[in-house]
């Protein structure tokens, strides 16, 4: 039986004080957490050496530590393999059809052409005399080839994994044409999206939405981490202003700045990250060839990548130089922003969710990372304009092959063999899709281990905030002077239950 995280209402219920933890820290207490305990699997099989748990020896007496998720429920390390996975699918879900695929990019185009045909000659001063209804009509007009144009966003998507079709020359061409057309340089984030997806959850390899370690958090707002305790929750003015940022901006910035990727670019093999950071002027973004999130070989793709918007952002100024601005604006960007904003909700609430771990490298597998992804529903527009990516994702990270009209059924294939491991959130159909981005932006500030863990449960990380929600974060207490080291107070902090070596 697989699990499905439906946390109630009460899942925003605050936590007074970490004490109420430490008392609640046995797997016995999960069941009084602040929301449903995940449905187990009945035939759920112990664990390999890191188990659920660590054991620790507190100079007293040995005491398992249980791996507890951002709402209390217990929590368990995948065990089942790759091989089990793609063993439980049937063999006719990896069939991929040219004719089938090029009629969906069909039907989008048509949509998405049939709709400004009828806005341009409807909706004028002629038929609608009313400014006020011409442009509320016209705000329908933007909303709705938003809906379509992330539909045809997702089937580029389909492309770049070569889920499209057998022809890997048909999914690039296409695939090419259809994110220009969006302003999405396709095969640079053909390139960084593939890596994603070989280092999903995976803290220091992943390339979008890698969540803050506490330190880091606590850094950005000038603080030091034990310091968090001290300060105010968020209000929800902010939090709000910070999802509106993150749903207007957050695409472009992410090409630009890779911002909410790794930010580990010394590393890169060919030396190419060396003096690199994300940000304005770091120059880790998705237009230069001698960006580290690329190497040599990349580098005519990028050019072509860059070719295609050169292409079709000529188009667009000569189509605003023609017809007019504002009309432009009104016919392609905002469209284009909506485009955005669904591409943004998607993908951080795909990976962003208090029920979801993330893992050091120490800690990471292939199959660990692709089981920390959630499904969630939006109802019409999810399985028939967005072509299923919201409810069939946690497929998708384990076999990205998969054409999306399969996959479906390839879900309810791995879910016996996945079990408790499977998570989705079907709660309130399209508004618990959308009420899931206010508890992820409010729950999901940074990622830390659970307090106590030792060795390799030390390298699971889950989800903690300052807003008093959820369990509560780590304690920490500050270094003694005389033992910070030369480097500065940010990494003076020894966690409350650490060995004295062990530093945050």
Known sequence: ?????????????????????????????????????????????????????????????????????????????????????????????????????????????????????????????????????????????????????????????????????????????????????????????????????KATGNVERDMVFVPKSRERYSSD?????????????????????????????????????????????????????????NGW????????????LYEAKDAKLILLS??????????????????????LLVWYFVPYMWVNHWLVAITYLQHTDPSLPHYEASAWTFTRGASATIDREFGFIGRHIFHGIIETHVLHHFVSTIPFYHADEATEAIKPVMGRHYRSNVEGGSLGFLASMWRSARMCQWVEPVEGADGEAKGVLFFRNRNGLGLPPRKVKPMATSERPASGPKKGLVLVGDSDEDEA
């Open 1 to 197: 039986m697989a699990s499905t995280i439906t946390p109630r209402k009460t899942a925003l219920t605050r936590l007074a004080t970490t004490e109420s933890f430490t008392a609640a820290s046995s797997a016995s207490s999960v069941a009084s957490s602040p929301v449903d305990t995940p449905v187990q699997s009945s035939s759920s099989t112990s664990l390999s050496s890191l188990s659920s748990g660590a054991e620790l020896d507190d100079g007293k007496s040995s005491r398992r530590v249980q791996l507890v998720d951002s709402y209390g429920n217990d929590f368990q390390i995948p065990d089942y393999t790759i091989k089990q996975i793609r063993d439980a699918i049937p063999a006719h879900c990896f069939n991929r059809s040219a004719v089938r695929g090029l009629g969906y990019v069909a039907r989008d185009i048509a949509c998405l052409a049939t709709t400004f045909l009828l806005f341009h000659h409807l909706v004028t001063p002629a038929n609608v005399p009313s400014t006020l209804t011409r442009g509320a009509l016209w705000a329908v007009y933007t909303i709705v080839q938003g809906l379509v144009g992330t539909g045809l966003w997702v089937l580029a998507h389909e492309c770049g994994h070569q889920s499209f079709s057998p022809s890997k020359t048909l999914n690039d061409t296409v695939g090419w044409i259809c994110h220009s057309l969006l302003l999405v340089p396709y095969f640079s984030w053909k390139i960084s999206h593939g890596k994603h997806h």
């Open 221 to 277: 707002l000038g603080r030091l981490s034990h310091e968090l305790s001290e300060l105010m929750e968020d209000t929800p003015i902010a939090t709000a202003l910070q999802l509106l940022t993150q749903q207007l901006g957050g695409w472009v910035w992410y090409l630009l700045t890779n911002v909410t990727g790794h930010t580990f670019h010394e590393r890169q093999s060919e030396g190419r990250g060396k003096g690199k950071r």
């Open 281 to 292: 002027g770091g120059r880790v973004n998705h237009f230069d060839p001698a960006s580290p």
């Open 306 to 327: 860059d070719l295609g918007l050169a292409i079709v952002g000529g188009t667009l100024f000569a189509l605003g130089q023609t017809y007019g601005w504002s009309n």
